[in-house]
Every structure is written in C-alpha cells, then in structure tokens.
C-alpha cells in the first residue's frame, strides 16, 4: 500500500515548513514536496506607503537578509529619483553587501550545517547543532562564531545597527565609513582569512571521504543557473546585468535587465505551499527549473577577480568535471564567496572614498515604475515598485532567492528520499539527510513569504490511497 511521509517542521533553516514523501503501492518514493507554511503578505501592506519608507520597511522582513533587502530596495529608491550615486555610496553599500554575504554564508556554514558533517548524519538529535558544535570541536566553532561577528561587526560600524539598520536610502548612503571603523576591519582581517581557509582545508578532505557520496545524491540534476555578473563576466553582487547559463556552462542568455525581468521569469503557484515558483519563462513552468545563490553565482561568471578566490574557483571547476551542478556544492561556494567578500573588502578598506562625506544623491519623484536588483546571499533580490506622483507605494513585487530555488529544492528532497527511503520505516539519520538538501539552499522563508515565527520541521510519510502512514516533528 502506498504512503506518505511528513516531515514538520524543517530543522535548522530559517523560516517554518514542512516536508511529504509519498510512496507507492510498491513502497518506493513516488514523489516529495517541500512546503512552506507560513505567509505574511509585505507585498500588500507596503501598498500607501511612500517610498523613501521602503527601504526600512522590507528590511524588516527578516533578521537575518536586513541589509539584502535596504541595498534592493534603495537601489529601486534611486530609481525613482533618477539620480547617478555619488562613488562613495557605492563603495559604501558594496562593503555593507560583502559583510552581509560573509556573516550569512558563515551562519549557514558553521551554525546550521556543520555540525551534519562534523558529527555525523546519524549523530544524536539533541547533540546536532552549535552546541554540540562547541563541545566536539571548540576551535573551530569559536573562529566560525567569530567570523560571522566579523561581518555583522563591519554592518554595525557603518549603519550604527547590526540588524535593521536605516543606514542604506535612495539617494546613497546616510554616512561614510569613520577612522576608527575602518582601523577595525584592517585588524581584524587576517583572523577572517584564516578562519576561511581552515574552514575550505576541512571540508575540501571531507568531500574527499566522508561526503563523497552526497554530491551525487543531494541535488545532481540538470538546472539552468541565473546571477548577476559584471561588464566582463566577473562575479558580481551589486550591479552588473542577468546572465543564464545551462548545465554544461554555456550562456542560455545575457546582458539582460532587470527592467525586463517580467520578459525572462514566471511566477507559478501551487495549492500546497505560499512559497511561489519563479522560473525561466522561455522554457516554460516547470522545465524552466533554476537556481540562485552562491552555486549559482560562481557557474554564471567568467572569474571571481581576487587572486585566491579565482584559485579556489578554478579548483572547484577541476574536481566537478569542469562545472559544478550538484546543489550539495553550495556549501563549498558559500566558502569561496566568502573568501572573495574578504578581498574584496581588503581592497575597499584602501579606498580613501568610504571615508568620504560626499555620500548621497538628492531629487523628487521622476520615475514611477521601477525595478532595482542585487544579489542577496541565497541569490538574485528583486524588487518592483509602482509609485503615484506624490511617490506614494501604489503596487510591490518582490522576487526573492529562496522562491527562485523553490522547484530545485522539491527536486532535491524527491531525489533525496527516493535514494534512502524504501519502506514505511524512517531511521531519523535518514530524516536528517532529507532535511539537509534543503539546508544546502541554505532559504530564507521569513524572506521568501515575509513571515513571522519559529522554524521546525514536519515529515509525513502519506500513502498512495492518501492515508497517513507516519509522521514526525522536531
């Protein structure tokens, strides 16, 4: 008799879903959904607003994306204007960008993912986390906490808050850099750049024993890949224009806008989740399967454009054959990303304009009908604003990273269970794998829907006559 299985909530990821494996009359895994429970609606409430509130208003959507969505949003800000930033605005906004990316990938590496890899898939529950983290290796989870202070310490010596900080306006940026700030970063440098490369050593062995099975399991399948890159190619998280590339890494498309973005994705919904199903319009829904994020990134672009990190790229692309598909690898990206964000920021803190007070663009209502983009740390950010003259939020749409993953993280639970599961019988390390191909993605579902709330997960094992076999929550 075939059945279901659910798993709710979702553990370690942030925001709240849950999880169904159906099986068969066989009792094989028939198919898998990843569902997001939650819905919170900022799209609609956003709607009378002017927009210079914006900027404050989307960053609180979630805790841990603030800055992604204050650099989006006032992009779309200084859309509106119509005014060019001053240099110093954008250098201002790439280090608050760069620190962003480094404090997430960090959380996502060291907090939530690690301790699977550290301690083992089938490691005690209550043991599988930080903590547990802490107790079996103290010191690497102190540099990976440290790490992630580094970034989130660099966000608050430029907007004056760690989280949420109304720093980021259309226009530019409220205030440069100081002295001291910048002193700050330059002495804390070289302990972030060693916490990385500890951090790449360890996991480059394990992907050579221990989870050299994962990569063939947790989400190796055929996608396109879509993220900004710069005017030659290069990696890029601030500007730059939308390029696709396939699974073979030829470009799909390029150059494109996100002016134009209604032109190139869909947005689909399904009646078992709130999360929406954005694809790739020319293909259709679903075959227009893509992915977002630090994978992503690194597939669509030429070369990173710092030394190390275009060693690391390149060694990357050596051990996959060339090209990098499977999502189990984001973990790996997430690790060069951040190695990029620290030389990057290493050649901005040099940069005498972030200490400049020529920082912000001033204008009215020009434009009534925009779109800015940048690249969060879980992928490609956009937002839409529709404006009346008096600069009034007449319609919003936001596309968010964790959405545009959403068919490749149904397809990774599905290939996940349909590999492990083979009876009503759920041994919870198996449990545990089929949470973490959602956790490569590394969502955002606070983002994604603009929720409140905890995050468990919820795995139900359903029949093929529809009955509830098993379930189990954590």
Known sequence: MSKTVVIDPVTRIEGHAKISIFLDDAGEVSDARFHVVEYRGFEKFCEGRPFTEMAGITARICGICPVSHLLASAKTGDKILAV??????????????????????????????????????????????????IAANPDLARAGIRLRQFGQTIIEKLGARKIHAAWTVPGGVRSPLSSEGRQWIVDRLPEAFDTVTLALGLFKG???????????????????????????????HYNGKLRFT?????????????????????????????????????????????????????NVCNRIGTENADRELQELRDRSGGFPTSSFLYHYARLIEILACLEKIQEL?????????????????????????????????FHHYQVDERGLIEKVNLIIATGQNNLAMNKTVAQIAKH??????????LLNRVEAGIRCYDPCLSCSTHAVGQMPLHLQLIAADGSLLDEVYR
């Open 84 to 133: 060019k930033i001053p240099p110093a605005a954008e250098k201002l906004r790439r280090m608050m960008n760069l620190a962003q990316i480094t404090q997430s990938h960090a959380l996502s590496f060291f907090h939530l993912s690690s301790p699977d890899f550290l301690l083992g898939w089938d490691s005690d529950p209550a043991k599988r986390n930080i903590f547990g983290l």
């Open 206 to 236: 394990m992907l050579d024993g221990q989870l050299r099975e994962e990569i063939d399991i947790f989400g190796e399948f055929p996608t396109l890949y879509m993220g900004l890159v710069g005017s030659n190619g290069e990696w890029e």
């Open 246 to 298: 396939d699974s073979q890494g030829n470009i799909v498309a390029d150059g494109l806008s996100e002016d134009d973005y209604h032109q190139f994705l869909g947005e689909a919904v399904e009646p078992w989740s709130y999360l929406k199903f954005p694809y790739y319009q020319p293909l259709g829904y679903p075959d227009g399967i893509y992915r977002v994020g630090p994978l992503a990134r690194l």
């Open 349 to 381: 803190v040099d940069d005498p304009d972030i200490l400049s007070h020529r920082c912000r663009a001033r204008g009215g209502v020009n434009e009534l009908n925009v779109v800015g983009v940048s690249e969060a740390p879980r992928g490609t950010l």
């Open 420 to 429: 492990y599961i083979h009876s009503s019988e759920i041994p919870e390390g």
